[in-house]
T-cell receptor, first 115, second 113 residues
Framework: DVKVTQSSRYLVKRTGEKVFLECVQD?????MFWYRQDPGLGLRLIYF???????EKGDIPEGYSVSREKKERFSLILESASTNQTSMYLC??????????????FGDGTRLSIL | GESVGLHLPTLSVQEGDNSIINCAYS??????FIWYKQESGKGPQFIID?????DKRQGQRVTVLLNKTVKHLSLQIAATQPGDSAVYFC????????????FGKGTRLSVIA
């Protein structure tokens, strides 16, 4: 079974803080994704990565950055957290090189609250 | 169906009955489709997928039907159980492309015991 681990289930931070969300996979998968999920808006793609040190912007990258120094770990960074970044954050991976023809497998999410 | 507002459409089904959850997609070039189940407090879980060269695919207690003519996808759950209560949403993509999946907003399935 594919295992995607997000380091925190719940996180509370203050406005202006720099926030790190971590995602780790236990297999040698190339493609990793960060989404946020909000009521009524569904899943929105923030950033994705198809290899170490490679990254691509998704639909809503503003206010976020990512880091992928090792294949198994993909970090989402909120440079200066704001209240509108309160959300559920989901990490996903796909197995193999091409992601257009296979499902993404998700972690259980990090519910982030910015006060 | 797809949600256009803050509240997800809800389907209430009696335990033991069959459930049908619908999804309309917009991109006529989409040729790969996935259904996910998301329980409260958990991440989305892959259920079943289908490629556009098929119009039906069956899994364990689930069947996905694809109608490309009207761009419609449905998920049928046989003998619905309380553990099936969750939000279900579809995703679409082009099979050969390396573009991210496009997700629907979901339908909440509520199973009445």
């Amino acid at each position: 079974d594919v295992k995607v681990t997000q380091s925190s289930r719940y996180l509370v931070k203050r406005t202006g803080e720099k926030v790190f969300l971590e995602c780790v996979q236990d297999m040698d998968h190339e493609n990793m994704f960060w989404y946020r999920q909000d009521p009524g808006l569904g899943l929105r793609l923030i950033y994705f990565s198809y290899d170490v040190k490679m990254k691509e912007k998704g639909d809503i990258p503003e206010g976020y950055s990512v880091s992928r120094e090792k294949k198994e770990r993909f970090s989402l960074i909120l440079e200066s957290a704001s209240t509108n970044q309160t959300s559920m954050y989901l990490c996903a991976i796909t197995q193999g090189g091409s992601w257009g023809n296979q499902p993404q497998h998700f972690g259980d999410g990090t519910r982030l609250s910015i006060l | 169906g797809e949600s256009v507002g803050l509240h997800l459409p809800t389907l209430s089904v009696q335990e033991g009955d069959n459930s049908i959850i619908n999804c309309a997609y917009s991109n006529s070039a989409s040729d790969y489709f996935i259904w996910y189940k998301q329980e409260s407090g958990k991440g989305p879980q892959f259920i079943i997928d289908i490629r556009s060269n098929m119009d039906k695919r069956q899994g364990q207690r689930v069947t996905v039907l694809l109608n490309k003519t009207v761009k419609h996808l449905s998920l049928q759950i046989a003998a619905t159980q309380p553990g099936d209560s969750a939000v279900y949403f579809c995703a679409e993509n082009t099979y050969s492309g390396n573009t991210p999946l496009v997700f629907g907003k979901g339908t909440r399935l509520s199973v009445i015991a």
